[in-house]
């Protein structure tokens, strides 16, 4: 998010379209959760003329959180340490009308909310109702069975979040996705300091005990690690 490493945030604009229609199944964008089992339609992100270009690209204008657009450089390093349960497509960034072409775009199609401690893990639960559309409720949740029991009976418009993550001890895994309260890509010390030492840009690393308001609060812990938005 710093401006001085990325520019601009988010830096993607809009993409390049020359795919047809938005809502073809073949598209990236429009896969979710699921193994691709032929040539997808790879975005190509088109950056903000203020953006600048580093290797991991905030797309959220061209596929958002769950595609994540990535150097070469930051998908060698990923691939050390996952190779089941995601996918890499190749794909270009443009900037400038200079289109850079080593780039991936990440399907990740394993979830592995197994992993979450939810006894310490904070679960808030909105009902949906048009008359009271901020009313959440903290729910207790001691384990994986319950929390998917909960997701397969609720509502459709119904909004559950994880926050203030804690993983089960023992959990081997350098990197992972859990979901909801949109997905969140989970990285070990081991990982994240790999990533750091190789100087790759554009991304940061939140404390998965915090939640997103705690960590981006004014003078708070997101501050002195990376400097003010």
């Given at each position: 998010?710093?401006?001085?490493i ?18 073809n199944p ?11 089992d ?9 950056l ?10 905030s797309?959220v204008?061209?596929?958002g959180?769950l595609?994540l657009?990535?150097?070469e ?13 995601l ?9 400038d009308?200079?289109e ?15 992993f ?14 048009p008359?009271?559309i901020?009313?959440?409720e ?23 979040s ?5 993983i089960?001890?023992?959990v081997?895994e350098?990197l ?9 890509h ?8 790999e ?14 005990e ?7 609060a ?12």
């Amino acid at each position: 998010m710093n401006t001085k490493i990325v520019g601009k945030f988010f830096q993607s604009e809009t993409i390049a379209w020359n795919y047809g229609n938005i809502d073809n199944p073949k598209l990236l964008n429009n896969i979710y959760f699921q193994k691709v089992d032929f040539d997808p339609i790879v975005p190509i992100p088109i950056l903000h003329k203020k953006a600048k270009i580093t290797d991991l690209i905030s797309n959220v204008n061209a596929g958002g959180n769950l595609h994540l657009i990535m150097s070469e450089k930051l998908k060698n390093i990923i691939e050390k340490h996952r190779t089941k349960g995601l996918q890499f497509f190749k794909t270009s960034v443009i900037k400038d009308d200079i289109e850079y072409d080593d780039y991936f775009s990440i399907n990740m199609y394993e979830i592995n909310n197994e992993f979450i401690d939810f006894s310490k893990t904070t679960v808030s639960y909105r009902k949906y109702n048009p008359k009271k559309i901020n009313e959440t409720e903290l729910i207790k949740v001691d384990s994986i069975v319950e929390f998917n029991s909960i997701i397969d009976n609720r509502n459709i418009l119904d909004e559950i979040s994880l926050n203030n993550i804690y993983i089960k001890n023992g959990v081997s895994e350098d990197l992972f996705m859990v979901r909801y309260g949109g997905v969140k890509h989970i990285a070990s010390e081991n990982l994240k300091k790999e990533i750091e030492d190789a100087g790759c840009t554009g991304l940061e690393f939140q404390p998965i005990e915090l939640s997103y308001n705690e960590w981006t609060a004014p003078g708070g812990e997101r501050e002195k690690v990376y400097g003010k938005i």
